[in-house]
């Protein structure tokens, strides 16, 4: 039976999880503060973090810290766009794939997400999304069966303050577009933080 490639409305985040030790680079020594824009949630700011503002450019490798709010809690979380990959989809011969998929680019994108606290979050997910030359932001494709160009699972259970998880996820550019950033998209009204793509 073939393996299916499916469109996620939300980025599912992997199951690896990491220790402090390998955590990305501790945020700058800063007082609390509360949210910097009216468009996300307010937070109580954990102490010595800092939100990284709405529509700031980062370098892949840098880290963000955003308030990251579900249907009961509000967290902070620092997320860290590491890498970015151009596969081919030769890597999906396996996958039964739609004639617009096959005609796409998939790219596959490393993010590192921890809960810097202070709630815990019931799901771990993140709403990460790619950008394109066409103007559309569209979120992560999700994979039903194994792959090994990219691998990220379902995390089950509570995303604990300190918790940190490893994922991979797969963006399909459509044809005869280019992908520009992956957004980290705390609301639908705020300007995301980007990584662009070079």
């Given at each position: 039976m073939s393996l299916l490639l499916l469109l996620a409305v939300v980025v599912v985040l992997g199951v690896t999880a990491c220790s402090?030790?390998?955590a990305e680079t501790s945020p700058p020594a800063t007082p609390?503060?509360?949210s910097p824009s009216a468009?996300?949630?307010r937070v109580n700011v954990p102490k010595g973090i800092?939100?990284?503002e709405t529509g700031t450019m980062l370098k892949v490798g840098e880290p963000a810290w955003a308030a990251y709010a579900d249907a009961k809690q509000v967290s902070v979380l620092r997320v860290t766009v590491s890498k970015v990959v151009k596969g081919s989809t030769r890597d999906f011969r396996t996958f039964e794939l739609s004639a617009k998929q096959r005609a796409s680019t998939p790219f596959y994108v490393s993010a590192t997400v921890r809960n810097e606290g202070p709630r815990p979050l019931p799901q771990a997910a993140v709403p990460l999304y790619g950008f394109d030359s066409t103007d559309t932001a569209?979120?992560?494709n999700a994979l039903i069966g194994s792959f090994e160009r990219c691998t990220a699972a379902p995390l089950a259970g509570r995303f604990e303050p300190g918790d940190a998880v490893r994922t991979c996820l797969v963006y399909l550019v459509p044809?005869?577009?280019?992908?520009?950033?992956i957004q980290l998209r705390v609301t639908r009204d705020a300007e995301p933080i980007s990584w662009p793509v070079r």
């Open positions: 402090d030790d390998e609390s503060v509360t468009d996300v949630p800092t939100l990284t569209f979120p992560a044809p005869k577009a280019t992908l520009e950033t």
